[in-house]
Structures are given as structure tokens and as C-alpha cells.
């Protein structure tokens, strides 16, 4: 009788558990995921063969596990449509594998060999034949422009990379890539009394020829611990440090997730509302020197794609 | 029995909610806001503060820009018979100013206004190249070449720099 009472009571621990603060019932999708929303770099098919001939090793250290949309020319498609082979047009004697998930099967099986294509996918390379595939996300017989630096989303927004203004923060050691017509839109927080941390403003509503009225803001700032906390000493303690940001700007804010992307950055996530408008904030750790800020402030996200690509392209360079 | 195992049990509870509750919030060095939100708010809503300079045109922004290949080039009239070329380009925070032979590598907003109103003229041709420029010392040369254009009539070309780093 007493083990059952005992075993019972020991049952409440979990709502215990909830009362102190872990939650484990929290929706945790959030709209700036990079990690699931790929972005895919534009390539050929005779690109990535020809690096690979010169210095296979370094090919792949360069492309394994990374996403893009490799165009070329269709050499074979199996009966079922699992697989499909492209070459380049001046590599014809090796091709890289696309393997097709049962939703583009169909599809595949709608080209012909000798067409042009273009797939969407991730590139793995075969250990043991060193043959290189690319898993299909989508496939597409839209002729891409023959350019290097063009990043694709899977629903087909592109963005030229080349044509994005390049800011610096925390004395140029985080570099970001905003689209040229952001330039528009861009508010520097301390210059323009927004508040005091370092970074800027970009009124997405506000972009030219945009005619939205809902308020629509992207933030790209940069947290420093040492100027920025009390306690020096608390500076590995970047969880709490980024609770008492949220506390700062907008009093409240619930952790969603932290996320570790394929490219290899971390992203912790937090959602609030303030007023009626949906806080989306996402922290980037750089050290124990501080924190990149990104926070999207939207009631309609219409320019999330270039969010997207913004967040994705942001490069820390270290000390 | 049951007398440890209820104390075993407060214990555990005790733990928890120590756990929950013993963690000290870090605090900032100050109580200023980090982001004013309602302001940044208020600068999205139709008729929020523009946060630009004084007299920028925003409409002939929108109605002047052409694409090509390489951000915006916003071209401010149409001058003829151009006789001589002034390139201001912001690299970082860095300004930079060509007038023909000359080229100074690193000048102030204040140098910059006042070696503008000496060298231009109708048939001088001014160039805004962006080259990186932090976005508060790109604002800040456009906030002089627009006081410029209203005061001398002054007409300038904005370029992103592609020469390479």
C-alpha cells in the first residue's frame, strides 16, 4: 500500500516539473528556419564534375552535404523514374545520380534523355565508388541564368548574391547581406534614437513599390557582452542572456527550439506578441563575445524569402 | 517507512522547484531599452517618422529606379556636356573623394560638403559609389548631396562599387 502511494506520488513529479518552468508542450515551428528552408545554390553539371576530376578530395569537402540546383543534361532515367543522370555539356563521361523520392517520380519520368533539367537537392558522394548524387528535392526544365553567386528557395525565389550591399557589425567581425532595395528601408537603431544596441532597422512594408501597410520589420543587431552586461562573468550564461534581451525589448518571450543547421550554425528561437504583432527572435552565438540578434516583427510575413536569405547568408568571422 | 518515503518525496519536489526558481536572471549593465519597439513599430505604420534625412526624395526613388545587374542606380536629372567627374566612394566608413587628378582617400562629411561646393559645377558629374559603406555613413553623404541639390541644383548618379576588394 505504501509502494503504490509512493509510486503515485512520484507520477506528479512531471507536473512538477511544468510548474517549475520546462515546458514541453510548445508549438515549435518558427517562420525564419533556415535549417528547413534550404537555400539552394545555383551550379552545373559541369562544374561540379570538372572539380571533381582536378581534386576529388577537395571537391567533395566542398560540396558533400551541401544544397543545390545542378543544371545539365539528362543521359539516362531508370523505368521507374528513381533515379535520373545528368552530364554537362563537356562532361559527358561521368554524371552525378539524382535518386527521386516517390513525389517527383511521375515527373521524372515526364522528361526524355537529351533534355536539359534542373534539380533541386542535397549532393552526397559514394565512399566506396566515389560516384556523386544528389538526393531530389524538385526538379525543374526552367533554363537557369548562367551565373555563380544566384541562391534559389524551393517555391523558386531567387536572389543574386553578387547584387546585395554587404553590412558590418561589431567592428566588421559579423558581415551580412541585404538586398540592394533595403537599402530604402534601412534605419540604424542607435544613429536614429531606435535604441541602443547596435544594428539596424529595415521597414520591409516600407520597400519601394510596396504598398502594405501592415508593419513589417526586420532586425539584424549585435549584442556585446562585455558592453552590454552587468556581470562579465556571466558571459557563457547565453541562454539567460538571452532572456534578459527578450525581457528588455519586449518583457516576455517563450524558448521554441535551438536548431544546429546544416550549414553548421546554431540558432536558439524564442516567440512573443507585443501588441498585436509576432515576435519571431533569433539568437546566433559568437563566443563568449556575444550575440547576433535577428528579430522579425510581422503580423503578415510577406517578405520572409528574403529574410531568409538574409539570416542565411550572415557570416562571423572569428578573432 | 512511509515516514522516509514522504520526505524522500518533499526532497525531490524541493530539488525540482529550486531548479525552476534558484536561477538568478543575468541583468544588463543599464535599463535602456536595447530596441524601442513601440517606436520601431510606429516608424512601420503609414506616415510613421521616415528616419531620413530632411528633404530626401523618396518619391523620385521609387519612380527613378532602374536594375542593372548590380543594385540600384538612382539617377537624379540628366546633365549635359558633362566637363569633369566627381566620385565619392564610402568603403566601410570611409569616404573617399576623386575630382579629376586629384583623389583624396579619407575625408570628413564637413570636407566633403565644403570640397563639393568649390569643384562642382553644371557640367560636373557626381558620383555616389557604395562600396560597402556602413549604412549610417552611406545615409549621411546622401543626406549632403541631397542638401547640395537643393541649395546649388547640384544632380548625382548612386553606383555599387564593382571593382572588387
Known amino acids: 500500500m505504501n509502494t503504490k502511494r509512493f509510486a503515485l506520488m512520484l507520477l506528479i513529479l512531471p507536473v512538477v516539473t511544468v510548474l517549475c518552468g520546462f515546458s514541453f508542450f510548445k508549438q515549435n515551428t518558427v517562420l525564419v528556419d533556415t535549417s528547413n528552408n534550404h537555400v539552394y545554390e545555383q551550379t552545373s553539371a559541369d562544374d561540379i564534375l570538372s572539380e571533381f576530376e582536378k581534386d576529388s578530395d577537395a571537391a567533395k569537402d566542398k560540396y558533400k552535404g551541401g544544397y543545390y540546383i545542378i543544371s545539365g543534361k539528362i543521359e539516362h532515367i531508370s523505368q521507374k523514374g528513381d533515379t535520373i543522370e545528368i552530364v554537362g555539356s563537356s562532361h559527358k563521361d561521368d554524371h552525378i545520380i539524382c535518386s527521386c523520392p516517390k513525389n517527383l517520380r511521375t515527373e521524372a519520368l515526364a522528361y526524355n534523355e537529351g533534355d536539359g533539367i534542373a534539380v533541386f537537392g542535397k549532393i552526397t558522394v559514394d565512399l566506396i565508388d566515389r560516384e556523386i548524387h544528389l538526393e531530389a528535392d524538385k526538379l525543374s526544365s526552367v533554363p537557369l541564368v548562367n551565373k555563380t553567386g544566384v541562391f534559389y528557395l524551393l517555391d523558386g525565389t531567387n536572389i543574386d548574391k ?158 | ?119 562642382y559645377n553644371a557640367g560636373v558629374q557626381v558620383i555616389l559609389m557604395d562600396d560597402f559603406a556602413e549604412a549610417h555613413a552611406y545615409k549621411a553623404v546622401r543626406e549632403i548631396l541631397n542638401k547640395l541639390k537643393n541649395n546649388v541644383g547640384l544632380t548625382y548618379k548612386e553606383e555599387q562599387y564593382t571593382g572588387g576588394e
Open chain 2, 1 to 119: 517507512m512511509k515516514k522516509k518515503h514522504s520526505v524522500l518525496l518533499l526532497i525531490i519536489i524541493a530539488a525540482f522547484m529550486l531548479i525552476g526558481f534558484a536561477k538568478k536572471e543575468v541583468r544588463l549593465l543599464d535599463d535602456n531599452k536595447l530596441i524601442i519597439l513601440d517606436k520601431a513599430i510606429d516608424l512601420a505604420k503609414p506616415g510613421g517618422m521616415s528616419g531620413n534625412s530632411q528633404g530626401e526624395p523618396q518619391g523620385n526613388i521609387a519612380n527613378g529606379k532602374e536594375e542593372s545587374g548590380g543594385g540600384n542606380n538612382i539617377e537624379y536629372g540628366n546633365p549635359d556636356n558633362i566637363t569633369g567627374k566627381i566620385v565619392i566612394r564610402i568603403r566601410g566608413k570611409k569616404i573617399s573623394y576623386t575630382f579629376g587628378d586629384i583623389k583624396n582617400d579619407d575625408i570628413s562629411d564637413t570636407q566633403l560638403e565644403s570640397r563639393i561646393r568649390s569643384d
Open chain 1, 162 to 319: 553578387n547584387s546585395m550591399s554587404r553590412r558590418t557589425l561589431n567592428n566588421g567581425t559579423v558581415s551580412y547581406y541585404i538586398p540592394s532595395t533595403w537599402k530604402e528601408v534601412e534605419h540604424s537603431i542607435i544613429g536614429e534614437e531606435l535604441g541602443t544596441i547596435e544594428g539596424y532597422q529595415y521597414v520591409l512594408n516600407k520597400l519601394p513599390g510596396n504598398t502594405d501597410t501592415v508593419p513589417e520589420s526586420f532586425f539584424v543587431c549585435y549584442f556585446d557582452n562585455d558592453s552590454k552586461l552587468a556581470n562579465r562573468d556571466e558571459k557563457e550564461e547565453t541562454e539567460r542572456i538571452e532572456k534578459a534581451i527578450i525581457k528588455n525589448i519586449s518583457d516576455e518571450g517563450d524558448k521554441i527550439k535551438d536548431v544546429t543547421t546544416y550549414y553548421g550554425v546554431k540558432y536558439n528561437y524564442y516567440k512573443s506578441i507585443y501588441k498585436g504583432n509576432r515576435l519571431e527572435y533569433i539568437f546566433q552565438k559568437n563566443g563568449s563575445d556575444g550575440l547576433v540578434m535577428y528579430l522579425y516583427v510581422y503580423t503578415d510575413e510577406k517578405h520572409l524569402s528574403d529574410v531568409l536569405f538574409v539570416t542565411r547568408f550572415l557570416e562571423i568571422v572569428s578573432k
